[in-house]
């Protein structure tokens, strides 16, 4: 049988590729570390540049020269990094390095592969300019309007097979859904390379390949393409912190190290001990700070990522919980977040740290972290525990308060606001319908209670974030094993209204709750006998901006209930979380729009008002009528399509634009007729 033409051309490029190695062996003066695919001059190649300082010879072995461990050396350059230009390599080669340490010869995939075939295979060659954007100008939202939902890749879409891990593919299918929602940012839990294919992500093995049970390189542009023709920005996670340990090709990388360290990559000493085993980077040495820069703007700019958060940047300024302090990881986080706020002005860098450390988040200039925000521990803990909790008496009303008032260096939005996260969904905890009543998180007690802590984190001061699945009342607890239950989508389809009538609200969508998005927050009412809590959110105060905001943590209804304003005039309901429609056990307690009065000024606020609240309740009142409603054949704008709009298409018929160009497509002419005639008797009332 004749040889295949694919493998013709790819023993013809071995040969060739060979037989450059025998007339080229000088150092590369192109830039970038790893493996750059280069096209000029011609013939085209690839260049490869890798970090072993301690080794005495590299060479390159790969599908281009049929693995041969001789026939292609890099060249030192004199500084720890070796390197060289080979023709003839192209984008999907396979390689490895062949690394002649101080005491042996090892195979090693590349620290910075762009790809692998698996965590324990080989890398590929990959030309990171191939892709074609088709989204060019998006922006990401305000961070004073962003909600953040974070997903785990490997179990949020759903496989064909229905198992795991899910892909890329799968969860670009599932944007469409989040747009509905009214999600606009996606925190992705880690997406690099790591043992096996099936984990939570933060055991990465190779910081700069995509994990190969999710896909491809081009797969994450084309889920981040898809994402940003929706208005959803995509956030990675980073983690700097510590590396595998397992399938780690990093560990004694160049074949140094002491104390059976890991050798160049990693400290040697009593740093090098984390919680989920010794490997972490030696933040001190320069080409590692500079591996862990790169890798932050890395994303950013070859993924189009829109902001990260940073893993348990605890343990990357402390070697542990108590101490002592990593200055050197305090200095490698600053420049990082100095680095992409000079590279990538706009995108968000957060930090998970959960010590409650305002420092984070100053900026570095005076002597801070430099993050733009971080999760809130001392707004979960509060608010989850006080609705788990089943007695009503247990519930802490100040507490509460506590949370909602809580910021860093008097920012509201320095910080990320939840109630579920896949920490707090795991690890010894579940769901936090589970939580509420084990076994029977379908139950009244555990919808009442999960989306009353919904609407907390909707209307607090704070960037907003849920959990994958927590709109359709996902139970039990996360697992990297169990794929998300969409059948739930359906069973719950009420309650997933009611996250997106919250979101709508928070993003202020209808014009009419702008307060939602602003800095000011004055919690007014505390009542810890009855269990009410009253807050006012505002911008800049005035109708459509202030809202107040009306809470019941107890199975007691309250009917006339009289909480402060801060106007007096007609307050209307955006929102009532007991309104059946959300689910029809819900008791669709009347409450009415009405009239607060300067006549009994309460709560410290100028005027009052009156209103009936169902159990477990979150009312959201504000003020002002929403604005009428557009129709596009309503060309003369006077609220209703008729004659009149007709006569003023058939006056600009043929002309280029303009208003009566109903579809806009650049002319009038007939589809615009035919849309008018389409709306014919429309009126905005």
């Not at 590369?28 to 690839?46: F, I, N, Q």
């Not at 260049?47 to 390159?60: D, I, K, L």
């Not at 001789?70 to 390095?97: C, M, R």
């Not at 919250?502 to 009542?527: C, D, E, P, Y």
């Amino acid at each position: 049988m004749l040889p295949s033409v694919h493998r013709l051309a790819t023993i013809a490029c071995a040969g060739l590729s060979i037989l450059a190695a025998n007339i080229a062996s000088a150092q590369s003066a192109r830039p970038g570390v790893g493996a750059t695919p280069y096209l000029s001059p011609l013939p085209a190649g690839t260049t490869f540049r890798v970090w072993a300082p301690n080794a005495s010879a590299v060479r390159v072995a790969g599908t281009f020269n049929a693995w041969n461990a001789t026939s292609h050396p890099l060249v030192s350059e004199g500084n720890g990094y070796w390197s060289a230009d080979i023709n003839f390599v192209y984008a999907g080669a396979q390689y490895k390095y062949v690394i002649t340490g101080p005491a042996s010869t090892v195979w090693k995939n590349d620290a910075r592969a762009r790809q692998l075939t698996n965590s324990v295979g080989n890398s590929i060659v990959v030309n990171s300019s191939a892709y074609t954007w088709t989204t060019v100008n998006y922006t990401m939202p305000n961070w004073n309007e962003l909600v953040i939902y974070e997903m785990h890749l490997g179990t949020f879409g759903q496989s064909a097979s229905g198992v795991v891990p899910a892909t890329f593919d799968n969860a670009k299918a599932k944007l469409d859904y989040l747009k509905d929602l009214g999600i606009n940012a996606v925190e992705l839990m880690p997406i690099c390379e790591f043992p096996g294919s099936v984990s939570w992500g933060y055991n990465p093995s190779f910081p700069y390949s995509v994990e190969s049970g999710y896909g491809t390189p081009t797969d994450v542009k084309e889920f981040v393409d898809a994402a940003h023709a929706r208005g959803i920005a995509v956030l990675g996670d980073l983690v700097h912190n510590h590396l595998g340990p397992n399938d780690l090709d990093l560990w004694q990388y160049d074949g140094w190290n002491t104390n059976n360290g890991g050798g160049v990559y990693f400290y040697q000493d009593f740093r090098a001990v984390t919680p989920w085993g010794s490997t972490r980077p030696d933040y001190g040495r320069s080409e590692v700070r500079s591996f862990l820069r790169e890798n932050a703007l890395f994303w950013l700019d070859e993924y189009r990522f829109d902001g990260q958060r940073m893993d348990g940047t605890k343990y990357i300024r402390k070697v542990d919980q108590a101490g002592p302090d990593i200055p050197e990881g305090w200095s490698l986080m600053q420049w990082i977040n100095d680095s992409v706020n000079t590279a990538s002005p706009g995108k968000i860098s957060i930090c998970e740290d959960l010590d409650n450390n305002a420092w984070l988040t100053k900026p570095t200039g005076a002597g801070g972290a430099g993050f733009d925000a971080q999760w809130d521990a001392q707004f979960y803990w509060p608010v989850r525990g006080n609705l788990i909790t089943p007695n009503d008496a247990d519930r802490d009303m100040n507490a509460i308060k506590g949370a909602i008032l809580a910021n860093y260096n008097g920012d509201a939005f320095q910080r990320v606001i939840y109630t579920e996260s896949h920490d707090e969904v795991a690890n010894g905890q579940s769901r936090m319908p589970e939580a509420i009543w084990p076994g029977n998180a379908a139950s009244w007690y555990s919808k009442k209670r999960s989306t009353l802590g919904a609407a907390v984190v909707m209307t607090s001061p704070g960037i907003p974030m849920m959990f994958q699945g927590q709109e359709f009342l996902e139970d039990g607890y996360f697992q990297d094993t169990d794929p998300l239950d969409w059948a739930k989508n359906k069973t719950f389809v009420g309650i997933k209204s009611l996250y997106k009538d919250l979101i709508a609200l928070r993003k202020n969508n209808a014009g009419l709750t702008r307060g939602l998005t602003g800095q000011n927050t004055n919690v007014f009412h505390v009542n810890n006998s009855l269990k009410m809590l009253g807050l006012h959110r505002w911008m800049n105060g005035g109708e459509k901006d202030d809202v107040v905001v009306v809470m019941n943590f107890s199975v007691t209804p309250r009917t006339g209930y009289r909480v402060g304003f801060p106007r007096d005039g007609r307050w209307k309901v955006r929102f009532n979380s007991d309104w059946n429609g959300y689910d029809a056990s819900f008791a669709n307690t009347a409450t009415f729009d009405l009239d607060a009065t300067y006549s009994t000024p309460w709560d410290g606020l100028p005027a009052s008002g009156v209103f009936n609240i169902g159990p477990y309740t979150c009312l959201v009142f504000s003020q002002g009528d929403p604005p009428p409603p557009t129709n596009a054949a309503d060309v003369n704008d006077d609220g209703a399509v008729n004659a009149a709009d007709l006569a003023v298409l058939l006056g600009s018929w043929g002309v280029t634009g303009g208003a009566a160009d109903i579809n806009a497509d650049g002319a009038v002419n007939a589809a615009d007729l035919a849309a008018l005639l389409g709306q014919w008797g429309w009126t905005a009332q």
